[in-house]
Structure formats: structure tokens, C-alpha cells
T-cell receptor, first 110, second 115 residues
């Protein structure tokens, strides 16, 4: 089976930096996605990593280490609108099937 | 213009009833998915169709039957609804089934409440 772990909740201050970790144990790893989901809304795509290293996209960056089964999402210059759930999803095999972690609820405070 | 749309947005029904949820995407994608998100916000794949062909069928009760009349539509019919079926159901689509930068685009969700 597959196991994907994320912290359940995190709190950070507006303007700060926060790192949300995701660890996974899977076979046939073929990519890792991060999604953002605001309460009552659909998940929206943030980032994709398939090779080791850092992918940067504006205020958001995502890192992957395949040998360690580890990824993180880094959010800089936090804004109140970043309060949301952040979902780590692992793709395995040759297709596009995603297995999601339980999500990390991030609360940004003043 | 909505990329992935679902109807209805809310569905409240009695145990034992049969209901359908409809999904449409206007992105020209070949692959569509149904997910279930439970009360703990855990998002789990149920079904996937690629070019109208069923390619993922997770361990889902056979009361759930997906149907894809064409590549742009994927419907979900649920028979004999049970209390445990209460959840948010998300439809999603992606350009194709193969790997690569193949993000999935999600619809707004259908909140199903079974009384």
C-alpha cells in the first residue's frame, strides 16, 4: 500500500515563511503534486516535482527528495488568503492516478 | 467560463434513494475522474475514464456507477444511498492519462447529504 503523511495543522504569521512537509512510502513513484484547497472550494494545482530539487513559482516553492521519500512546500511572504488546506499527492505507475495525503490545514494570523 | 462544472452543487436526499451527479469539462481533456472527500477532508480517487474508457475502478461499492457518454462528460449514479455516502464528490479532468506535467483540474464539488 501507500502511505503519505503530512502535519494536520500549522499556524503562521502574516509576512512570514512556512514549510509544509510531506513524507511518502510508495512503490513506482512517478511524481508529486501539491494542491491548495480553500474551505468549501475545489483543490487547485500549485506545483509538480518529479526530479530531485527545488521548483520555484512566485511565492511558492516545492522541494523533492526521492531517495528520502520527502517533499516540502515553502510559502513565502504569507498572506491571509493563504489560509487553506494544502494537499500533497503522489502519482505512481505509468498513468495519472493520484493518491492524496490527509492535507495540512494552514492558518495565517496577523 | 467554467473549466470543470458539476451539477448539482448541493444534494440532500433520503436513505435508499437513487441520485445522479453530472460533470462536464470544456478543456478538451481526454481523462476525467471522480473523487470522494469525506468529513475529515481526505480526498480519494473512485473512478477514472480515458477517452470514454474506464481505467480506474477503486474499491467502490457497485451501487456507484460512472458513465461517460463522451470525452467531455462523466456522470456518477448512486443507487440505494446510505448514510456513509454523505461526502463532497469532486470531478476532475486532465489532458491525458500518461505521466508528465499532467495536472488535474477539479470541479467545484457536489455536497451530498444522506438523511
Amino acid at each position: 500500500g501507500q502511505n503519505i503523511d503530512q502535519p494536520t495543522e500549522m499556524t503562521a504569521t502574516e509576512g512570514a515563511i512556512v514549510q509544509i512537509n510531506c513524507t511518502y512510502q510508495t512503490s513506482g513513484f512517478n511524481g508529486l503534486f501539491w494542491y491548495q484547497q480553500h474551505a468549501g472550494e475545489a483543490p487547485t494545482f500549485l506545483s509538480y516535482n518529479v526530479l530531485d530539487g527545488l521548483e520555484e513559482k512566485g511565492r511558492f516553492s516545492s522541494f523533492l527528495s526521492r531517495s528520502k521519500g520527502y517533499s516540502y512546500l515553502l510559502l513565502k511572504e504569507l498572506q491571509m488568503k493563504d489560509s487553506a488546506s494544502y494537499l500533497c499527492a503522489v502519482r505512481t505507475g505509468g498513468g495519472n492516478k493520484l493518491t492524496f495525503g490527509t492535507g495540512t490545514q494552514l492558518k495565517v494570523e496577523l | 467560463d467554467t473549466a470543470v462544472s458539476q451539477t448539482p452543487k448541493y444534494l440532500v436526499t433520503q436513505m435508499g434513494n437513487d441520485k445522479s451527479i453530472k460533470c462536464e469539462q470544456n478543456l478538451g481533456h481526454d481523462t476525467m475522474y471522480w473523487y470522494k472527500q469525506d468529513s475529515k477532508k481526505f480526498l480519494k480517487i473512485m473512478f477514472s475514464y480515458n477517452n470514454k474508457e474506464l481505467i480506474i475502478n477503486e474499491t467502490v461499492p457497485n451501487r456507484f456507477s460512472p458513465k461517460s457518454p463522451d470525452k467531455a462528460h462523466l456522470n456518477l449514479h448512486i443507487n440505494s444511498l446510505e448514510l456513509g455516502d454523505s461526502a463532497v464528490y469532486f470531478c476532475a479532468s486532465s489532458q491525458g492519462w500518461t505521466s508528465g506535467y499532467n495536472e488535474q483540474f477539479f470541479g467545484p464539488g457536489t455536497r451530498l447529504t444522506v438523511l
